[in-house]
């Protein structure tokens, strides 16, 4: 009976309309009937997708470097995957290789509707996807523009026309996922605005995008239905290559104006129900986040280039409370966030040669896109500006980052110092078990950081789950997760806040957070943080019918020693709690996916309620 009343309570916070649709989904699925709406075909046009074009004069000397070194891996057949590994693969690409691991995608002549979510065989599909998101066309288009020189112009109509040879519309595992079809179409247009051919594009690129609108269009209920950046990526790309088609051939076109209205639908559909009040994402994850940004970014760029009607007052100020959720979440000497939730390696916006975890560039660009100012002064996460021909100016006054509390995030400032408290509020399902959760930052360094997610489909042999409760700075009763798993990406019982009071002590000239909750088995944790005197004061109080408790912290340095009752690293000191026993353990974090680096966590056991005090004293 427990197990039933987890299941449907999950259920029905979901919400029964989106559970029933996917289960249907699945029906269809696995009876044939969904394959009947998606006829397999072979690419007609024969022609190059981008020609030559007028060259770029002004780029500037300091970006050129590094971006031709990256093209120029490029067409020696090596692709980035995840923003950060280079793999060789082939010029052309193999498309249906896992890199990872050199297996090969099986039955790829298939239609899509009959190929498995998960292949063990071939272990992450996203592995596969990956070079077939098009990331390659951009860089390629980017050092053409540059440089003036054939071989990138060369190696992307070589690598596209592959592609489209190899891919026939609706056959095989990259036309599984609308959202992959999506960020097709996102590059795909990136590069046609930096070639100076979406005016008068060719055959080919007509062709593609309205290929990809058929694929999205009939099958974005669900992704509509994982209420996640799916909806919101297709409702985009529907709107955009609507938007696009109208105007370079509508008369052939005439399904054209219809995507449009039904991605400009649920663009409005989406933004009202995922952005909450405070401007966080149903996908409670600083990565998502940027790709809905991203995402949102390319919508109103896009709106504007193609005199597109406005989209709502309402619309506008939910994605402005979304941008102003990452401004506050970023730091600012680093330009990186916490890593926070889920990451599955994704950056949509990508005329740039930043790092992956720099959160600057889509910052920038949504700044100047829904606020008409700039937060940022000169440096390479302005490169998005320059390929939108978009004129820097000096940045003035940027925004000021207040202490805030909402919807299920606290953010605390001190001198040059500032956490991010991961309290729980749940509208949508939480994807890791990250309650209480304390993100330390110092001098733009993670001294106490997050996980990361590594993989979501992971080698057999990975003995770690990121997303435990045993991955992030919070504690354990029992050794049990804080939200039993229901499902690879679901779990139960999501927890409820009882507090979470966010007060300023002007006596002390300190800041404090105070929250709490109680879980299904009556037991309690309350923590308060507080930041004062260069010291940050963690107090976490304790009741219940527990037998243990393990608290830990993970610790972003290489440096460390552990003596009496003391961490002692070169930028902080860990006061630990008394009454309680301590151990240094490995851990592994994971800043890029597929990728993991093994850091130290201390392990703080509890044996009996009551209030325990971690005092980090911080060092300049």
């Not at 997708?49 to 891996?73: C, G, I, R, V």
């Not at 100076?196 to 099958?219: C, G």
């Not at 507090?499 to 006596?507: D, I, S, Y």
Request: hydrophobic share 35%.
């Amino acid at each position: 009976m427990k197990k039933l009343f987890l299941y449907v309570s999950t259920i029905l916070k979901l919400g029964i309309s989106n559970v029933a649709y996917v289960a249907w989904y699945r029906f269809t699925l696995k009876t044939g009937l969904r394959k009947l709406w998606f006829k397999q075909k072979k690419f007609k046009s024969k022609s190059a997708f981008f020609s030559e074009t007028t060259l770029k004069s002004d780029y500037p000397e300091e970006w050129k470097a590094q971006l031709l070194e990256d093209a120029n891996k490029i067409i020696h057949g090596e692709i980035r995957y995840y923003g950060f590994h280079w793999k060789v693969i082939g010029n052309p690409p193999n498309w249906f290789i896992n890199p990872f691991n050199g297996k090969k995608y099986p039955n790829v002549s298939k239609h899509w509707t009959k190929l498995g979510d998960f292949n063990p065989m071939v272990g992450d599909i996203k592995s596969v996807w990956e070079a077939s998101r098009f990331e390659w066309v951009v860089t390629l288009s980017r050092a053409y523009a540059v440089t003036g020189d054939k071989k990138y112009l060369n190696t992307l109509n070589l690598w596209l026309s592959d592609w489209v040879v190899k891919n026939p519309f609706n056959t095989g595992p990259n036309w599984k996922c609308g959202q992959e079809a999506s960020i097709r179409v996102f590059n795909l247009f990136n590069a046609a605005y930096i070639l100076n051919q979406y005016v008068h594009p060719s055959e080919s690129l007509i062709e593609f995008v309205y290929s990809s609108m058929q694929r999205i269009s009939k099958n974005i209920l669900y992704a509509i239905a994982q209420d996640n950046n799916h909806g919101t990526s297709e409702a985009a790309a529907l709107f955009m290559g609507g938007l696009w088609l109208q105007k370079v051939n509508p008369d052939k076109y005439p399904k054209a104006e219809k995507f449009a209205l039904k991605g400009r639908y649920w663009l409005e559909n989406r933004a009202n129900k995922l952005i909450s009040d405070s401007g966080s994402f149903s996908q409670h994850s600083v990565t998502y986040h940027r790709i809905l940004l991203d995402t949102l970014c390319y919508v109103e760029f896009w709106r504007k280039i193609l005199e597109g009607k406005i989209f709502s007052p309402r619309f506008y100020r939910k994605t402005k409370d979304a941008v102003n959720w990452l401004y506050k979440l970023t730091d600012t000497i680093s330009g990186n966030a916490p890593n926070l939730g889920s990451n599955d390696g994704a950056m949509f916006l990508n005329t740039h040669s930043c790092h992956y975890r720099n959160f600057r560039p889509t910052l920038q660009l949504a700044a100047i896109l829904f606020y008409d100012t700039f937060w940022f002064n000169f440096g390479k996460h302005n490169e998005v500006l320059y390929w939108f021909n978009m004129k820097f100016i000096e940045v003035k006054e940027a925004p000021i980052k207040n202490n805030f509390s909402a919807n299920g995030f606290a953010i605390l400032h001190g001198d040059n110092t500032w956490t991010l408290i991961r309290w729980p509020w749940f509208r949508f399902r939480p994807s890791h078990n990250d309650v209480m959760h304390v993100d330390i930052w110092h001098n733009g360094k993670n001294i106490i950081c997050d996980s990361g997610s590594y993989s979501y489909n992971p080698e057999k042999e990975c003995d770690f789950n990121l997303g435990s409760v045993h991955s992030h700075n919070t504690l354990s009763f029992d050794d049990r997760e804080q939200m039993p798993a229901i499902s690879r990406f679901l779990a139960g019982n999501w927890l409820k806040p009882e507090t979470a009071v966010l007060e300023t002590l002007e006596k002390t000239n300190a800041s404090k957070w105070t929250g709490s909750y109680k879980d299904s088995f009556g037991n309690r944790h309350k923590r308060s943080v507080e930041i004062t005197d260069n010291k940050w004061i963690i107090v976490d109080t304790l009741s219940g019918s527990f037998n243990k408790v393990l608290a830990g912290y993970t610790l972003n340095t290489s440096e460390w020693k552990l003596m009496d009752g003391k961490i002692l690293t070169p930028f902080f000191d860990i006061e630990l709690p008394v009454d309680t026993t301590a151990q240094l353990k490995d851990t592994f974090v994971s800043d890029h996916y597929q990728e993991k680096h093994s850091l130290k966590r201390i392990e703080i056991a509890i044996n009996k309620p009551g209030i325990y005090t971690t005092c980090i004293n911080l060092k300049d």
